[in-house]
């Protein structure tokens, strides 16, 4: 059992970056397979990015693949996502999720527990 706050949103121009974090409790977070979704207005929720329980596998969607970067330390039970070079279209509220898969998994099903969201607004 997990409980998941994202922080970090804002606004920001186009080629600019933005640090979302993700603070976890719960005993058994390292166990969890972490992963960062995001939902635009009218699309569906979308993967962005997952982590492996002990940070060492890195699984990307390729809309955001060599901009954005995922880590996580147990020890202070804490997931972020670098986003850099950002540009409009990654506009969305995006989410901290938690996953007891074996293997990571990008499907919105797969994830367990799920943050409130935060916004993050591109500007051109």
């Known amino acids: 059992q997990v409980q998941l706050v994202e922080s970090g949103g804002g606004l920001v121009q186009a080629g600019g970056s933005l640090r979302l974090s993700c603070a976890a409790s719960g005993r058994t977070f390292n166990s969890y397979y972490m992963g960062w979704f995001r939902q635009a207005p009218g699309k569906e929720r979308e993967f962005v990015a997952a982590?492996?329980?002990?940070?060492?596998?890195?699984t990307y969607a390729d809309s955001v693949k060599g901009r954005f970067t995922i880590s996580r330390d147990n020890a202070k039970k804490l997931v972020d996502l670098q986003m850099n070079s950002l540009k409009p279209e990654d506009t969305a509220v995006y989410y901290c999720?938690?996953?007891?898969?074996?293997?990571?998994?990008?499907?919105?099903?797969?994830?367990?527990?799920w943050g409130q969201g935060t916004q993050v607004t591109v500007s051109s």
């Open positions: 982590v492996s329980w002990g940070g060492g596998s890195t």
């Open positions: 999720a938690a996953s007891l898969a074996a293997a990571v998994t990008t499907t919105v099903h797969s994830y367990e527990y």
